[in-house]
């Protein structure tokens, strides 16, 4: 028997590994931490100057997205609690999930800028993302943003939480700079060829560009094969197929057969619930789902939401109980300034670094790199993404220095498919079809590929003889281009490469 438990350990070390260096667990749903310190940044080569900046960032921090986990959780726990079925600690659990909704249904009521309070918004964590990581920017270039009659180009997906981003973005770009209050625009919308309406396609909102993973048929079809947005419509098309694809559930499903998982969840789960009541859970003679009505008021008592569930969240087992509860320990993470209830005691280290792997194998073949035999189908749809970021370092060696920023605020699913896009290393690396992700054989991490408020930054310099060099910051990381791109360095080891050569390599 000891010999079994001690083989057991070693598969389950070999799985899951650690979730990173230092990982609290969270994945994607990390709070944002800058990854380097902007002192040991490289100097820029002698005789070059800072010309322009790009941004591609997610969003902050957020609430749930959706009155989901945590009603169909919360109608668990009820169920448990009429059954005299918890533990202390279990006991607990309830008006915890409870606080944590109240904080969602009026997430973002009283916060100037935020229109529409509820689920999704960002929290005060994620304004404060945005907010510092505008300050770290003018603070890494300062010169660039004493300039004066030159553009800042603002475009987000069109998502409130995306827009939002922005907004607090520029808000604390102007509250440093405010002569640049003029220089400030939105594009107009990219759209379909043909396309007279946009009035859904407001100014400084681009899908195409930056929500591409969601493109739909009904507002977004593109049948004409010589518009320029037609590739990536099929792109999305194609992605959106390979989500729902045979391919993509049955690696999911493998994922989660894992006997780990059912140990760790049985774990956490028997730490809040009677043995009795797990076991009728186990053996489907209980299930519950994110049905009912509910209303909360704020604390001024000055908003009430009133939400029902759509009965499409399922609790069928331990493991969903087990990884709904781990989506709200994320989301508690998250939203530390509007719910004071600590669900770390409710999933401990041990436990939530398996959940963690769950998390980032699922995000590994649904939007990160995936099978190396799907043709980077999780990925392609960021093309249109790319070569917006050349065409801004274009204008700057072809002379045109309108734009001193392009500012884009999206989501992870934005992120993940452009850092693959762009091959660097540790986050476009796909695995054989036959081989299931684990922490040994990928460097793939959600919490550092796409944190709350993840970002990539272009900065763009350029000498006295025009020649154009760029270097890119990755979470604030100076972080490398894909290794077939190393001859694009100024220097052996630079962080910072000759575009022209750059771009030969990237197209």
Known sequence: MRMKRCAAALVAVWMFGSASAGSVNYQTKTPYQPQQDMAA??????????????????????????????????NMWLQAQQDDALTPLGR????????????NFTLGHGVPGISKPGYGNETMQGIAEHTS????????????FAADGRQIVVVTSGRDRAVDSGAFFVQSLLAQQPALAAAVVYPPSRAPRGEVDRAT????????????????KKRDRVTDPADPLYRTYQASQAYQAYEKSAAVGDREAAVLRQPQLLDASRATLARLFAPAFLEKLDRGQLQFANTGTRTFTS??????????????????????????????YG??????????????????PAQANVFAYVSDAEDFYSKGPGMADQDGVTWR?????????????????????????????????????????????????????????????????????????????WDVYRNTAGAVA???LYNERETDFAPVCDSARLAPGSHFYLYAALKACLQ
Do not use: C
Request: proline content about 5%; aromatic content about 8%; glycine content about 6%.
């Open 41 to 74: 940044y490289e100097a820029a080569p002698a005789g070059y100057v800072p010309v322009s900046t790009q941004l591609l960032a997610r969003h902050g921090s957020r609430g749930l997205t959706g009155f989901k986990a945590d009603l169909a959780l919360y």
């Open 92 to 103: 607990q659990l309830g008006p915890d999930i409870l606080a944590l909704m109240r904080a």
């Open 133 to 144: 990581l505008a300050r770290r920017m003018v603070a890494r270039l300062p010169a660039l």
């Open 201 to 216: 396609r407001p100014a400084g909102t681009d899908r195409f560009l930056l929500y591409f993973h969601k493109l739909d």
């Open 299 to 328: 604390v001024d008592g000055r908003f009430s939401n009133t939400l029902s569930g759509d009965g499409k969240m399922h609790i069928a087992s331990s493991v969903d109980a087990a990884m709904m509860l781990y989506a709200l």
């Open 331 to 348: 989301a508690a993470a998250d939203m530390q300034a509007e719910v004071a209830a600590d669900f770390t005691r409710y999933v401990l």
């Open 381 to 457: 749809m960021a093309q249109t993404l790319k070569e917006d970021f050349l065409q801004e370092v274009d204008a700057i060696a072809n002379e045109n220095l309108a734009h001193l920023a392009k500012l884009r605020f999206a989501h992870a699913e934005t992120i993940i498919p452009f850092a693959a896009m762009l091959g660097i290393p540790g986050m476009s690396e796909p695995l054989p079809p036959a081989t299931l992700y684990t922490y040994q054989n990928s460097a793939w991490r959600g919490a550092m590929v796409a944190p709350m408020a993840a970002n990539i930054q």
């Open 470 to 472: 760029l270097r890119m």
